[in-house]
């Protein structure tokens, strides 16, 4: 192994067990505000690995997306929840075997695809093409932006779009009504019929 | 400056912006919908109405312009008359949907201005839905248009009917597109990394990876039959359509199963072309089980819009005997000509719901017992649209109707045709019920119409007489259209005949 092997097995035997240890955190820590930051131990975790496969646009894009938004969303969230630690014992049912077995089985099946996989890319044959296709030198980010604004410009902005009604639409049902803000006559007819044909008339 | 001169002119010739202008300028329009209620701060909430109504009919034109001149445009999406005539149906329903929803200013407690922001958003998306041939411009503009009309099926917050509908459609429409994500990206990927439809079918191999295309093909159909209602993905349907707003019922009764017919179509008959005796039979078994459920479960509703709601589940399995007999003369000609009607019928049935409703506030069905006495007008055109519906002679629902079937039965479809006759004849007994409850006098008046008058002139001394009209414009519109629509219909299927791709 020469030194940039080296270099790479080390970095990514820093970052797996970190991966793991955020998982298991998550799961089982009873306060919810640790669990919730071991989430985002994971998240930074992955980002890391992305780097070490050097993709550099997606461990940006994961950085920002799940650490940055997500996981400060979900803190958030379990913060104003403000939920007293939960401290009853955990029996371990019939379902609690049964997701066990079915998990492991699952992993199972993904361990021996991957080994399968691994036989069959580190033949010589698809080496060779692999480095055939130069992936160390190009520009991720350029090449995404350059596609964005040629290839996929009506998604691009539909989607600029679809950002701008979303938050339309979660703002309207929470934010509060001040009743008189409509129109002057408006006033005067609600004192009028306040009777109940005319609330359903508001929904019809 | 010279990095955007060469941006620009390299821009304009990759996308030729004529092709998109109907959903530019929708976009002008929702942009100046927004600016002019920051500007006026919530009064003048007619404007903004007007301002989707010109915005609409503008479109409109340049799409009537744009049809007659076929442009070819190659990356994001063709334009040939299936994908324009579609645009101009969605069109047409956002435009008769917003006529019935202007009186919804003055009469209701809630700020009004996001309300054509969300129906011009929903319009819009499901425009782009009709002409995307590019995987990623499907997912946005169908995630664009479910988004949209969950806002709007939540609109009035205060009613906990509405709060259930909006959370029903948005934890259902999330289920449905991730499955229908999930096929895309088997697509995706055993095509070699091909996003755009045609070039998905040029690359994969069909023979080699069939079992793969059809689970792909399975999680595709359990993805857009949701936003279709067919059988098994029709369970969001009754109580959405009963918890929402009925303007906004309306409206997307329509608009989404349009679009979502585009797209079924589309997607069947572009990618899975090799395997269209598999999916030739699921979609007769969905359409069959869609129509006699439908037909049957609406002959028990009490509720005006739950048994709607019913029959439009119904009228999807008809169309769907028309996707399945498209052959090489006649295209989707009688789908696409049961949809334009479909169309008309539906939404004026609901224009004459939404005043009835507004006036009474009730929409059992025991209540509209001795209309004709009290509003003649509205009884009348709730007749013909109800025996539009139904597929009764002189009206374009028969001829509609009597096209698809004589177009399936000419397929082979033996069994779905049969099936859709004798369902007919069960959907119009539950059509007839409603119209000889409202023509009968009765000796006891119920409640709800004694107080009909009351409610009538209170109300109409708020609407202004211009609102009032262009609620009885659209009742008017709609009437005529569903019952001339017949005479014309040779005209209609010549212009829908050459759309086989």
Known sequence: ?204 | MNDINSFLSRLNSTINFSTILPEIILIVGLITIVITDLVNKGKNAIFLYKIFLISTLVSMGILFYQLISVIAFEDLYTNNIFNNLFRFFILICSFISVLLSVDYVLCSKISLAEFPLFKISAGLGGMILSCATNLITIYVSLEFLALSSCFLSGYTKRDIRSNEASMKFLLMSGASSSSLLYGFSLLYGFSDGQVQLDNIIDKISFSQYLPIICISAAFILAGTAFKLSLFPFHQWTPDVYEGSPTRVVAFFSVTSKVAALSLFTRLFRLIFPYLSNEWHIVVELLAISSMILGNLIAVTQRSFKRMLAYSSISQIGYVMIGILAADLENGYASMLTYTFIYIFMNLGTFARITPFSLRTGTNNIRDYAGLYMKDPVLTFSLVLCLLSLGGIPPLSGFFGKHYLFWHGWKAGLYISVTVALVTSVISIYYYLKIIKLMLTKTTNLVDTLKTYEKQKSLVSSVISTKLKSSVEMAMILCALASTLSGLFMDPIIKITRNTFF
């Open chain 1, 1 to 204: 192994m020469n030194l940039s092997e080296l270099i790479h097995e080390f970095i990514l035997a820093l970052i797996e067990p970190g991966i793991l240890v955020g998982s298991i955190g998550t799961v089982s820590f009873i306060n919810t505000a640790n669990s919730a930051f071991s989430l985002g131990l994971v998240f930074t975790c992955i980002s890391l690995l992305y780097f070490a496969l050097n993709a550099d646009f997606i461990a940006a894009a994961q950085l920002l997306v799940y650490v940055g938004a997500i996981n400060v969303l979900i803190v958030f969230a379990v913060m104003i929840i403000d939920q007293s630690v939960s401290s009853d014992s955990e029996k371990h049912g019939i379902g609690y075997f049964t997701a066990l077995g079915a998990c492991s089985i699952l992993f199972l099946t993904i361990v021996c695809i991957f080994h399968k996989l691994n036989d069959f890319y580190s033949s010589s044959i698809h080496q060779s093409e692999y480095l055939k296709l130069n992936l160390f030198e190009q520009n991720d980010v350029q090449n995404i932006g350059y596609q964005l604004l040629n290839k996929f410009l009506v998604p691009f902005e539909l989607a600029s779009l679809l950002l701008l009604v979303a938050l339309v639409g979660a703002i309207n049902p929470a934010r509060d009504e001040d009743e008189g803000k409509d129109i002057a006559e408006n006033k005067k007819k609600s004192f009028v019929s306040s009777t109940s044909p005319r609330d359903k008339s508001s929904f019809f």
